[in-house]
């Protein structure tokens, strides 16, 4: 199964901040790459898919990038909302695979 | 608009088998796959495979496969997951999952469904 990493585990931010979390696959996945938001108690929610391509009704603040084996996302400018748990996720190939999550807290 | 609605939680004893559904709203049921993701307590996302409403074909993981088995009803817009043989480690909250147009990520999820395993 392909390994999916993330970091930071962790990080805090402020409101304004531009937050940049990184994701790496063990091996290349092509762009088959998506980004979810989870918050306590929720399921997660669609962000980017195709490594870059921003769902729709997702705010343009949250851009997605990479090809291959690295892949980035990043917030431009955080929002209050934006506290939560990032998952990259891998659907190149079986078993789609996460990573282990990200945390953004305030700071 | 798209709703997946997920049954009740569920307590087992271990060696039981637990059946999760998932009724979709919203949108024409066999234009999108449903996949299942599970999480478990404190944990990162698993997903289980998926289930092709329209033909009823599946694809597992290949470290559910033998205990899973995911069904579908058109007749009702349901999807179903059961998972057999539980054990303390399935402890998990189950989410089904919508993949527009076998694109393999999921735009819609349900609210999830806990399963609690315990003697």
């Known amino acids: 199964a392909i390994r999916m990493t993330q970091s930071p585990s962790s990080l805090s931010a402020s409101t304004g901040d531009r937050v940049t979390i990184t994701c790496r696959a063990s091996q290349g996945v092509s762009t088959s790459l998506a980004w979810y938001q989870q918050k306590p108690g929720k399921a997660p929610k669609l962000l980017i898919y195709a490594a870059s391509t921003l769902q729709s009704g997702v705010p343009s603040r949250f851009s997605g990038s990479g090809s291959g084996t690295d892949f980035n996302l990043t917030v431009s400018c955080l929002q209050s909302e934006d506290f939560a748990i990032y998952y990259c996720?891998?659907?190149?190939?079986?078993?789609?695979?996460f990573g282990p999550g990200t945390e953004v807290d305030i700071k | 608009q798209v709703q997946l609605m997920q049954s009740g939680a569920e307590v087992k004893k271990p060696g039981a088998s637990v059946k999760v559904s998932c009724k979709a709203s919203?949108?024409?049921?066999?234009?999108?796959?449903i996949h299942w993701v599970r999480q478990g307590p404190g944990q990162g996302l698993e997903w289980m495979g998926w289930i092709n409403p329209n033909s009823g074909g599946t694809k597992y993981s290949q470290k559910f496969q033998g205990r899973v088995t995911m069904t579908r009803d058109t007749s009702i817009n349901t999807a179903s997951m059961e998972l057999r043989r539980l054990t303390s480690d399935d402890t998990a909250v189950y989410y089904c999952a919508r993949d527009w147009n076998g694109n393999y990520y999921n735009d819609y999820w349900g609210q999830g469904t806990l399963v609690s395993v315990s003697s």
């Open positions: 919203g949108y024409t049921f066999t234009d999108s796959y």
């Open positions: 996720q891998q659907y190149y190939t079986y078993p789609f695979t």
